[in-house]
């Protein structure tokens, strides 16, 4: 089976030939300068960012010093974390989505507006008071009191609106939003109103503390677990998403972007190191191929990286990796060559599941039927080899629980490290039948057909996937391995014979 990874002339004359020279010179130079500036992920029109209010601070500074760095135009729309999803679904325009919680990114992805988001850091509710607290705030019926002047925030617009009323219940906020002052569209508003002497308290994030130092906040016991996720997602219809992830990338680094965000005052997440253009190296078994490889190149495209695919059979993975050689992640034919490397990665994830056939020419002359059929005098079997592959390990296995293994072995006159060099030496004729994957059949369906093998649990192999425990970009591989989860790859798996777990 093949697999795809997939002028005119004239002579110059004298008198033109210093213009020519010159020119030539200039289109070199020209090309060499478009090649020095242009780097994987760059941007063809400036990124248009939908973001919080509340992360204005450390999201403003990272703009500037990121178009600075690699001359890409950053344009930042400040709003209420609800009204910038609003704009998002009607513009359907912009590249990337920064709001005050991730639970706006399940809005947004519930309405296929976002895809990939990345963790960047973590934020808590507290009540911002006047210097010195002298209203004497300290729980929420305080807040009642005649002589204090709340100003809240838009539940059904800003992010610590709504999830402080979450947190309180429906009638404890109707009765402050009842006295309030004032409602205001963003956390900045209202905590700008409690500045300016026009209100006495007011929810924020603890991470803006930074932009009023001469205020207090106060951790009310009531509102005490209110937390925000923040993060960045990815809009669908971005139109440069290697570009906009750059960013993204650039933003959750935890030496670019996070350093920034910590010294706001927000409690970071644990982000990758930062590269232009980052890469994993990916072990895979051979007769993933097929189902995975478009997968990781669409990945490599939205991401702006680098996924170097190494496929081979698992049993000779498997040494390189005893030998010292661990990829980033590791996609296993079956879970005992998992097993043997389990220690070098983090929990495996079984994504699929592929069964052993026995391949015959079209028409089936020989009348192979069952594995016992395998054992006709003079029958040329192909199988895997036992200790280079998975398939061969498994249908050693299968064998021998047929009871029949000795008997075949007699009829075997090759061992191959992966089932695609079987059904070529099929194609070729070489072989009257060989075991190989239902994966492997279904490249040469017009050639040769597939003979299930009935009542052989042990003739089904799973496939795990883990990322290893050293891995350098870590949040990429998972996003890797979400990928390989994804709804449009479980469609090229199921497409080219595995079975979906």
């Known amino acids: 089976m093949r697999i795809s990874?997939?002028?005119?002339?004239?002579?110059?004359?004298?008198?033109?030939?210093?213009?020519?020279?010159?020119?030539?010179?200039?289109?070199?130079?020209?090309?060499?300068?478009?090649?020095?500036?242009?780097?994987?992920?760059?941007?063809?029109?400036?990124?248009?960012?939908?973001?919080?209010?509340?992360?204005?601070?450390?999201?403003?500074a990272l703009a500037k010093d990121y178009e600075q760095r690699y001359h890409t135009p950053v344009r930042l729309q400040f709003g209420p974390s609800q009204s910038l999803l609003a704009s998002i679904e009607v513009s359907r325009t912009g590249d990337l989505y920064l709001p005050?919680?991730?639970?706006?990114?399940?809005?947004?992805?519930?309405?296929?507006?976002?895809?990939?988001?990345?963790?960047?850091a973590t934020q808590r509710a507290v009540l911002m008071v006047a210097k010195g607290n002298p209203k004497g705030v300290k729980a929420l019926a305080d807040l009642q009191r005649a002589d204090v002047r709340l100003a809240l925030s838009n539940p059904d617009a800003a992010a610590i609106g709504k999830l402080v009323r979450e947190k309180l219940g429906q009638t404890s906020w109707d009765a402050l939003a009842k006295k309030a002052v004032l409602v205001a569209a963003t956390v900045t508003e209202a905590?700008?109103?409690?500045?300016?002497?026009?209100?006495?308290?007011?929810?924020?994030?603890?991470?803006?503390?930074?932009?009023?130092?001469e205020h207090v906040l106060v951790d009310l016991p009531e509102t005490s677990g209110v937390k925000a996720q923040v993060g960045v997602g990815l809009l669908t219809c971005s139109k440069q998403s290697a570009a906009a992830m750059k960013?993204?990338?650039?933003?959750?680094?935890?030496?670019?972007?996070?350093?920034?965000?910590?010294?706001?005052?927000?409690e970071v997440a644990s982000g990758d190191p930062w590269a232009e253009t980052p890469e994993l190296v990916l072990y895979a078994g051979s007769m993933l191929r097929p189902a995975i490889d478009q997968t990781v190149t669409d990945f490599e495209?939205?991401?702006?990286?680098?996924?170097?695919?190494?496929?081979?059979?698992?049993?000779?993975?498997?040494?390189?990796?005893?030998a010292g050689r661990v990829p980033d992640a590791y996609f296993a034919c079956d879970n005992e060559f998992m097993n043997q490397v389990q220690d070098r990665f983090t929990p495996r994830d079984e994504i699929s599941q592929n069964e052993l056939v026995i391949l015959v020419p079209t028409g089936n002359p020989r009348h192979v039927a069952s594995l016992r059929d395998l054992t006709q005098p003079g029958l040329r079997v192909g199988i895997g080899h036992e200790k280079q592959c998975a398939m061969g390990w498994l249908t050693q296995r299968t064998l021998a629980e047929g009871g029949i293994k000795d008997e075949v072995m007699k009829n075997v006159t090759v061992q191959t490290p992966t089932g695609d060099m079987l059904v070529n030496q099929m194609l070729a004729g070489s072989l009257d039948a060989a075991v190989t994957y239902l994966s492997n059949a279904l490249g040469a369906g017009d050639k040769l057909n597939a003979v299930r093998i009935q009542g052989l649990k042990c003739s089904v192999a799973t496939q795990p996937f883990a990322v290893a425990k050293d891995v350098t970009y870590r949040q990429l591989a998972e996003r890797l391995h979400e990928r390989l989860r994804s709804a449009g790859s479980k469609e090229r798996f199921t497409d080219v014979g595995f079975q979906w777990k």
């Open 100 to 120: 005050a919680d991730d639970s706006y990114f399940a809005l947004a992805k519930a309405k296929q507006l976002v895809g990939t988001t990345l963790p960047i």
């Open 247 to 266: 960013f993204a990338r650039f933003l959750t680094a935890k030496d670019a972007g996070l350093p920034v965000f910590k010294k706001q005052g927000f």
């Open 301 to 322: 495209t939205q991401e702006g990286v680098r996924v170097t695919r190494v496929y081979n059979g698992c049993g000779i993975l498997v040494g390189q990796m005893k």
């Open 5 to 60: 990874s997939p002028s005119s002339s004239g002579q110059v004359q004298p008198g033109h030939l210093l213009l020519f020279t010159a020119l030539a010179a200039m289109t070199l130079f020209g090309l060499k300068m478009m090649r020095k500036d242009a780097s994987p992920g760059a941007a063809a029109e400036p990124l248009m960012v939908y973001c919080a209010a509340s992360l204005k601070a450390p999201v403003e």
């Open 191 to 213: 905590a700008n109103a409690v500045k300016a002497d026009g209100a006495d308290a007011a929810f924020i994030w603890d991470a803006m503390q930074k932009q009023y130092p």
